[in-house]
T-cell receptor
Framework: AQSVAQPEDQVNVAEGNPLTVKCTYS??????LFWYVQYPNRGLQFLLK??????LVKGSYGFEAEFNKSQTSFHLKKPSALVSDSALYFC??????????????FGKGNQVVVIP | EAQVTQNPRYLITVTGKKLTVTCSQN?????MSWYRQDPGLGLRQIYY???????DKGDVPEGYKVSRKEKRNFPLILESPSPNQTSLYFC????????????FGQGTRLTVV
C-alpha cells in the first residue's frame, strides 16, 4: 500500500529565505505525487503534481517540487518565502497502475511558519 | 465555478444522535471520497465511490455510512455518533483514476459531546 512521510512537524523560515518542505513516499508501482496547501478554516488547495517526465515540477504561487526516484522523495520548494505562505502543507501519493481504490495517501502535514 | 460544497461547516451534536453531512460537486466527477483530518495523523480516507451506486470502505470506515444515488452527491452518515468521531471532515472529488488532482470541500468541523 502507498504511504507518505513528512518528517518535520513544523518548518520555520524567515521571510525572503528559501523554503523547503520534505516528503518521502512508498509505492509498489510508479507514483503520482501531489502537494496541497491548507489555510486556516479552509479546504485543501492543489499546488502541483508529478506524473512523469521532468523531475522539477512548477506549480501555483511560485512553488515547485523536485522528484527524486532514487531517494523516493518529492520535496516542495519556494525560492523566497512570503508571510502569506504560512499554512499547513500536505504531500500525497497515488499508486499507478491502480487497483480498485483511487485513494490518495496523505502525509501528516507540515506547518510552515514564515517569520516577518 | 468548479467546486465541492459541504454542509454544514460546523456541527455540535450529542452522542447517539444520527447526523448527515452533505457533499455536492458540480464538475461531473466520477470519483468521490470522504476523509477525516486529525492532528498528527494527516487525512485518512473513510469511504469512497467510483461512480453512482458504487461505494467501498477506505482506511477508517467504522461508524460511518455513505450513499451515491446521484453522481453529484455523496453524503456521509453517522448513525450513532461517538466522541471519537469528533474531527474535521473533508469531501473530495476527481475525474476517475490516475494522475488527476482531487478537489476538496471547505470542511465540516464536527464535535460530538
Amino acid at each position: 500500500a502507498q504511504s507518505v512521510a513528512q518528517p518535520e512537524d513544523q518548518v520555520n523560515v524567515a521571510e525572503g529565505n528559501p523554503l523547503t518542505v520534505k516528503c518521502t513516499y512508498s509505492v509498489s508501482g510508479n507514483p503520482y505525487l501531489f502537494w496541497y496547501v491548507q489555510y486556516p478554516n479552509r479546504g485543501l488547495q492543489f499546488l502541483l503534481k508529478y506524473i512523469t517526465g521532468d523531475n522539477l515540477v512548477k506549480g501555483s504561487y511560485g512553488f515547485e517540487a523536485e522528484f527524486n526516484k532514487s531517494q523516493t522523495s518529492f520535496h516542495l520548494k519556494k525560492p523566497s518565502a512570503l508571510v502569506s505562505d504560512s499554512a499547513l502543507y500536505f504531500c500525497a501519493v497515488r499508486d499507478y497502475p491502480l487497483y480498485g481504490n483511487n485513494r490518495l495517501a496523505f502525509g501528516k502535514g507540515n506547518q510552515v511558519v514564515v517569520i516577518p | 465555478e468548479a467546486q465541492v460544497t459541504q454542509n454544514p461547516r460546523y456541527l455540535i451534536t450529542v452522542t447517539g444522535k444520527k447526523l448527515t453531512v452533505t457533499c455536492s460537486q458540480n464538475m461531473n466527477h466520477e470519483y468521490m471520497s470522504w476523509y477525516r483530518q486529525d492532528p498528527g495523523l494527516g487525512l485518512r480516507q473513510i469511504y469512497y465511490s467510483m461512480n453512482v451506486e458504487v461505494t467501498d470502505k477506505g482506511d477508517v470506515p467504522e461508524g460511518y455510512k455513505v450513499s451515491r444515488k446521484e453522481k453529484r452527491n455523496f453524503p456521509l452518515i453517522l448513525e450513532s455518533p461517538s466522541p471519537n468521531q469528533t474531527s474535521l471532515y473533508f469531501c473530495a472529488s476527481s475525474h476517475g483514476r490516475g494522475p488527476t488532482e482531487a478537489f476538496f470541500g471547505q470542511g465540516t468541523r464536527l464535535t460530538v459531546v
